[in-house]
């Protein structure tokens, strides 16, 4: 029988008992994953009519891990529509593998943290020899500051690959040193408690991340900001700041969520 190599103390009873007792998933917790980034997500492959090419991480949102990867989640209201499990993300297998990964990084943080250079690495040198930018985004289903532990990697592939980092982010205040390094989209949620946040990133003049139920409701403009569409790619930074890149939901679970998070 595998042995496990994380620690599920934190998990819940039934994430726990559903990876002891598959055989598929105990195997899976009991080694590394051999990949860390998704080069195939749909919409961020939209990037290539414009010669960008994205590796996307997903990770466990919000609390699912046991420790809590979207410190913001609970107020803006964006756990339950969150996109973690729209499309491809509704199957357990994707669940199981974004969990076991979220465990690679807490628990064996300098294992991962070598991976992730490794495979940033190679991403960039593929894009150089095919003269295409290399983007990389670390928050595809989460909201850690990555920033605060991998900046001085995220500057040395600027410099030497022209990486562009980029992710969505609930915080209005996080310090970004150089944000052509890492370029940051404000994600709008409308619940009552998250609007003081939303202001202040207006007044910080934010590039925003709008979503609405359907896509007839998309509006030309949003809080005084133009509305740009941002399902055509996921190519956020390419889009000035001051601008609201619309998104409409997918999933049944964004579709039906009343929170405020999701606009009509």
């Known amino acids: 029988m595998s042995k496990i190599i994380y620690s599920l103390s934190k998990l819940s009873d039934e994430v726990?008992?559903?990876i002891l007792t598959t055989p598929k998933f105990r195997k899976w917790f009991s080694e590394f994953p051999s990949v860390l980034?998704?080069?195939n997500n749909p919409k961020s492959i939209k990037g290539n009519k414009k010669g960008i090419r994205t590796l996307v991480l997903y990770l466990s949102p919000a609390k699912k891990s046991g420790i809590n990867m979207c410190a913001l989640a609970t107020i803006a209201g964006c756990e339950e529509p969150c996109l973690d499990e729209a499309g491809r993300g509704q199957m357990t297998a994707t669940q199981m593998s974004r969990l076991r990964k979220t465990l690679y990084?807490?628990?064996?943080w300098e294992v991962f943290y070598a991976?992730?250079?490794?495979e940033v690495i190679a991403h960039?040198?593929?894009?150089?020899?095919?003269?295409?930018?290399?983007?990389?985004?670390?928050n595809?289903?989460?909201?850690?500051?990555?920033?605060?532990?991998?900046?001085?990697?995220m500057v040395y592939t600027y410099n030497m690959y022209g990486v562009k980092w980029y992710d969505y982010t609930k915080y209005y205040n996080r310090l970004i040193p150089c944000s052509k390094i890492y370029d940051l989209t404000f994600s709008y949620s409308g619940v009552k408690k998250f609007l003081p946040h939303v202001e202040k990133?207006?007044?910080?003049?934010?590039?925003?991340?709008?979503?609405?139920?359907?896509?007839?409701q998309i509006p030309k403009e949003?809080?005084?900001?133009?509305?740009?569409?941002?399902?055509?790619d996921d190519a956020t930074f390419t889009s000035p700041h001051g601008v609201v890149r619309s998104l409409y939901a997918k999933g049944s679970k964004a579709i039906n969520d009343y929170s405020g998070f999701i606009q009509d």
């Open 124 to 138: 960039s040198m593929y894009c150089m020899r095919r003269d295409l930018i290399p983007a990389v985004r670390p």
């Open 222 to 232: 949003f809080m005084g900001m133009r509305v740009v569409n941002g399902d055509e």
């Open 37 to 39: 980034f998704n080069i």
């Open 115 to 118: 991976q992730l250079r490794k």
């Open 140 to 153: 595809g289903t989460t909201d850690k500051l990555w920033e605060l532990c991998i900046w001085d990697f």
């Open 201 to 216: 990133a207006r007044q910080r003049g934010m590039r925003m991340a709008v979503v609405w139920r359907y896509q007839y």
């Open 105 to 108: 990084m807490q628990q064996y």
């Open 16 to 18: 726990r008992e559903q």
